[in-house]
């Protein structure tokens, strides 16, 4: 029996026992308490309303918050970020007003909704509702009516269905910011909203500081990026009408939880969950991520392009020439000839821009009246004709210098700048010049076609017939009659040039050690320098090496139809005695393995650079994959066969082992695996098989090896044995992806790119080819940071010990030569 004094403690404990059971669903009514331990849950079970001490229990302060039900701690909502309850409790309390109240332990008011309009008959009720919405309305659900809602007071979350605007009939803005810290909900430096009414646009902002900005919208996505238009996985809406104005985003997929968040450094992200499939929230897409949205980068009239580096726009000249270029100049561009208002000043096209800041939308007038409105406003510097509020076309202006532009070249969009009469002369004349030109070379060449056309023909015939005896004869010196140069159809109209033996030696000095510019699998290659001053690279054959011959031919066949500007390019071959030779361009940074390995090197990379190369590698494999004319399978990707030239722009190059597939063709099988460790696929190099996704492998270990500096096969680190690839991979689950970019790089601004890099090379070293990207969608997912991506799978090959097993056996020959192994395979 237990004694009076603890009597009161048990009936309390009953009543609180009582009140959470009754409170366990998904609405408060007057004269209920809610404290500390009860919740409120959605009906659909995805939502609950409650108290949390943010910050993994590190602080005692309390709020009032919703969350998602049954997940990890993932709060969208919070009523009194601003003002923490100090201490252990709590009580919620629904007023007979429809004023729904929030106490500390002494009762006194820590947030409030504030007394709501409610007639005789209404009896107010608090729901959570199945999107999240929080709503104070009438107990009797035929009665519509909401009288206060948590989706017009939202914190750093957008969930389906809020509507981020303008209610304009009240005058009520509804807008995100982000928290402080992450463990600190009160908010931060960094707020998220659709403005102004006039002319609405998404714009992130710093304080009153402008940083990044989406718009104007122009009836189907705000100008100057699609990331926040509709995907496969939810559709967006722009809704104006007399009543209100807002952008919002409705899910196509029930069984995807989803939320656009802004981060406490800043950062717009969408994350999603997949129901009974997740085990953490995925991070699709970080919208701000793309340096040319960092506001006004260019200045006035200067429109920022793909690495960041700024353009005047055509009519415009730099206001301080010796800082334009790469470097990061917001000085911005001046008209290079003065406009004279009512003097013959004109408007000028542009295509591919995002429009400019601080549009000023005028009436519904065709584009004849848009244009002379313009034009007799001497502050008006430009027009367009933009659907703003998606219900019909608009005039929108832009009065004073327009600033924060971007080339967009798959915008649409088309805005008229004005230009003064001088300048509007200056393009008439170049027109003119330009079609003059055009029209008198194309007579000239027909002119010269007809008159020497036949005699060019027999020339070239002649040619031809030389070569291509000689280059047999000279092979056939090598391998008898097995190997003859022109046989069948792929290789008929093949010409290369010739150069004899006597000018191959003068130009290497009699290929001397100091003009020896590398080591392959089949021989050296050196640098000369022809009698025109031409620098060309010199590939010699290993003197009577068989195992060379046929790779030779196939490297002569490939590359002279290949012509691509990230494709080393050939110009000649020499075949005399025992002497076969390529002849190459001289690319003086040599190859992508000199630069990135070595530490005082690699500190000249910065990520801008890097980038670029990996770009350009990309672009030079979804040519030979798809865009050439010949379908290429290169079997032997990997940094030393990456040349750089002056500029940095990468060349792919050595294509001794690359194989021809049919249109159709999906993958072929060999016994004869030659290739680098380290680069090869798990089914090349186990199998013999190869195919695209091959090549696709290659190229995302030397994406791995870019960014971090390391190379794959002989990378190390004290904690483990995996390779780069299993540290990579290691580093990607533990949501610390950024600790593999090589410490040489001090470029910071960049990171949610090096980040969206990593992935994608993890989802190219993928263990099963099937699961791996196409070339064009690689160069998709680099190309456009709003791109979706999926979650990577393991890679294959993430031990260092695999070479173990290729250890030679009874059946098995293996040789290896400068990293390039050749295996054949028993068996088949």
């Known amino acids: 029996m237990p004694s009076n004094v603890h009597l009161p403690l048990i009936l309390c404990s009953l009543v609180f026992l009582?009140?959470?059971?009754?409170?366990?669903?998904?609405?408060?009514?007057?004269?209920?308490?809610?404290?500390?331990?009860?919740?409120?849950?959605?009906?659909?079970?995805?939502?609950?309303?409650?108290?949390?001490?943010?910050?993994?229990?590190?602080?005692?302060?309390?709020?009032?918050?919703?969350?998602?039900?049954?997940?990890?701690?993932?709060?969208?909502?919070?009523?009194?970020?601003?003002?923490?309850?100090?201490?252990?409790?709590?009580?919620?309390?629904?007023?007979?007003?429809?004023?729904?109240?929030?106490?500390?332990?002494?009762?006194?008011?820590?947030?409030?909704?504030?007394?709501?309009?409610?007639?005789?008959?209404?009896?107010?009720?608090?729901?959570?509702?199945?999107?999240?919405?929080?709503?104070?309305?009438?107990?009797?659900?035929?009665?519509?009516?909401?009288?206060?809602?948590?989706?017009?007071?939202?914190?750093?979350?957008?969930?389906?269905?809020?509507?981020?605007?303008?209610?304009?009939?009240?005058?009520?803005?509804?807008?995100?910011?982000?928290?402080?810290?992450?463990?600190?909900?009160?908010?931060?430096?960094?707020?998220?909203?659709?403005?102004?009414?006039?002319?609405?646009?998404?714009?992130?902002?710093?304080?009153?500081?402008?940083?990044?900005?989406?718009?104007?919208?122009?009836?189907?996505?705000?100008?100057?990026?699609?990331?926040?238009?509709?995907?496969?996985?939810?559709?967006?809406?722009?809704?104006?009408?007399?009543?209100?104005?807002?952008?919002?985003?409705?899910?196509?997929?029930?069984?995807?939880?989803?939320?656009?968040?802004?981060?406490?450094?800043?950062?717009?992200?969408?994350?999603?969950?997949?129901?009974?499939?997740?085990?953490?929230?995925?991070?699709?897409?970080?919208?701000?991520?793309?340096?040319?949205?960092?506001?006004?980068?260019?200045?006035?009239?200067?429109?920022?392009?793909?690495?960041?580096?700024?353009?005047?726009?055509?009519?415009?000249?730099?206001?301080?020439?010796?800082?334009?270029?790469?470097?990061?100049?917001?000085?911005?561009?001046?008209?290079?000839?003065?406009?004279?208002?009512?003097?013959?000043?004109?408007?000028?096209?542009?295509?591919?821009?995002?429009?400019?800041?601080?549009?000023?939308?005028w009436g519904n007038y065709t584009n004849h009246e848009c244009e002379a409105v313009c034009l007799n406003n001497c502050s008006c510097m430009a027009y367009a004709k933009v659907d703003v509020y998606?219900?019909?076309?608009?005039?929108?202006?832009?009065?004073?210098?327009?600033?924060?532009?971007?080339?967009?070249?798959?915008?649409?969009?088309?805005?008229?700048?004005?230009?003064?009469?001088?300048?509007?002369?200056?393009?008439?004349?170049?027109?003119?010049?330009?079609?003059?030109?055009?029209?008198?070379?194309?007579?000239?060449?027909?002119?010269?076609?007809?008159?020497?056309?036949?005699?060019?023909?027999?020339?070239?015939?002649i040619i031809r017939h030389r070569r291509n005896d000689q280059i047999g004869r000279s092979f056939k010196a090598h391998q008898s009659a097995s190997f003859q140069y022109v046989e069948d159809n792929q290789d008929s109209g093949f010409q290369l040039p010739l150069y004899d033996l006597e000018t191959i030696l003068l130009a290497c000095d009699n290929f001397s050690e100091r003009n020896k510019i590398g080591q392959g699998g089949f021989g050296s290659v050196y640098k000369g320098e022809l009698p025109n001053g031409q620098e060309i690279a010199v590939k010699r054959l290993v003197e009577k090496s068989m195992q060379g011959v046929e790779e030779l031919k196939n490297e002569i066949i490939l590359i002279a139809k290949l012509q691509h500007r990230n494709l080393v390019k050939i110009l000649g071959c020499c075949v005399e005695g025992e002497e076969t030779m390529l002849v190459y361009e001289y690319l003086p940074n040599k190859s992508l393995n000199n630069f990135i390995y070595d530490k005082p090197t690699r500190k000249q990379l910065t990520w801008r650079m890097r980038y670029h190369i990996i770009k350009g590698i990309a672009r030079g494999l979804l040519y030979l994959h798809q865009d050439s004319r010949l379908r290429i399978i290169h079997r032997d990707l990997k940094t030393s066969n990456i040349l750089l030239d002056g500029d940095l722009n990468p060349k792919i190059s050595d294509f001794g082992i690359a194989r021809i597939f049919g249109t159709d063709q999906i993958q072929e099988m060999t016994k004869r695996i030659i290739g680098t460790y380290g680069y090869m696929s798990p089914e090349y190099a186990m199998n013999g098989h190869y195919s695209v996704k091959s090549d696709v492998y290659s190229f995302g270990v030397i994406v791995l090896e870019i960014i971090s500096g390391q190379k794959n096969w002989a990378f190390h680190h004290p904690d483990h044995d995996l390779n780069l690839l299993g540290h990579a991979w290691m580093l990607w689950n533990r949501r610390l992806p950024l600790e593999i970019l090589d410490p040489t790089v001090s470029e910071l601004s960049y990171g949610n790119q090096v980040i969206r890099c990593i992935h994608v090379a993890l989802l190219c070293v993928q263990q099963y080819p099937e699961d791996r990207p196409k070339m064009s969608t690689i160069y998709d997912m680099l190309s456009y940071e709003n791109m979706e991506l999926t979650e990577p799978k393991q890679p294959g090959f993430c031990k260092e010990s695999y070479t173990k097993k290729f250890d030679t056996s009874a059946s098995d020959h293996s040789s290896t030569v400068n990293e390039v192994t050749i295996t054949t395979l028993g068996g088949r």
């Open 18 to 361: 009582n009140l959470q059971t009754s409170l366990s669903t998904d609405t408060l009514t007057p004269h209920q308490s809610f404290v500390v331990g009860f919740t409120l849950i959605s009906t659909n079970q995805r939502f609950e309303l409650g108290f949390f001490s943010p910050g993994n229990g590190s602080t005692r302060d309390l709020y009032l918050g919703i969350w998602y039900h049954n997940l990890p701690l993932t709060v969208v909502w919070v009523a009194n970020r601003n003002n923490p309850i100090r201490d252990s409790f709590g009580q919620l309390s629904l007023q007979e007003t429809g004023n729904l109240i929030l106490y500390n332990r002494s009762m006194g008011i820590v947030w409030s909704t504030g007394d709501q309009t409610v007639t005789s008959n209404f009896t107010p009720v608090v729901q959570l509702l199945n999107s999240g919405n929080l709503v104070i309305r009438d107990q009797d659900e035929r009665n519509k009516a909401i009288l206060w809602e948590s989706f017009d007071f939202p914190t750093d979350t957008l969930l389906p269905d809020l509507k981020l605007g303008w209610k304009l009939d009240v005058g009520l803005h509804s807008f995100i910011s982000s928290w402080k810290t992450s463990a600190d909900p009160s908010e931060g430096e960094y707020l998220f909203s659709l403005e102004p009414p006039e002319a609405p646009q998404l714009v992130l902002r710093s304080g009153s500081r402008k940083l990044f900005r989406w718009g104007p919208f122009d009836g189907t996505s705000f100008s100057g990026g699609t990331s926040l238009t509709s995907s496969p996985l939810f559709q967006t809406l722009f809704v104006y009408n007399s009543v209100e104005l807002y952008f919002k985003y409705e899910l196509l997929d029930e069984s995807i939880l989803s939320r656009f968040v802004i981060s406490p450094t800043g950062l717009i992200q969408y994350f999603t969950w997949k129901v009974n499939i997740s085990e953490e929230w995925n991070l699709l897409v970080t919208f701000n991520s793309d340096p040319c949205d960092n506001y006004g980068k260019c200045g006035h009239y200067g429109s920022c392009y793909s690495l960041s580096s700024c353009k005047c726009l055509s009519g415009f000249v730099p206001n301080s020439p010796h800082d334009w270029g790469l470097v990061s100049y917001s000085g911005g561009c001046k008209r290079r000839h003065e406009l004279n208002c009512g003097h013959g000043d004109g408007f000028v096209k542009y295509s591919g821009l995002k429009f400019a800041d601080n549009p000023v939308v």
């Open 390 to 461: 998606g219900n019909g076309s608009r005039c929108v202006s832009w009065v004073g210098d327009l600033v924060d532009l971007k080339n967009f070249p798959n915008g649409e969009d088309q805005i008229y700048i004005r230009m003064a009469h001088s300048e509007l002369k200056a393009i008439a004349d170049a027109k003119r010049k330009h079609l003059t030109v055009k029209i008198v070379t194309a007579v000239t060449v027909v002119i010269v076609l007809l008159i020497s056309g036949g005699a060019i023909w027999y020339l070239s015939w």
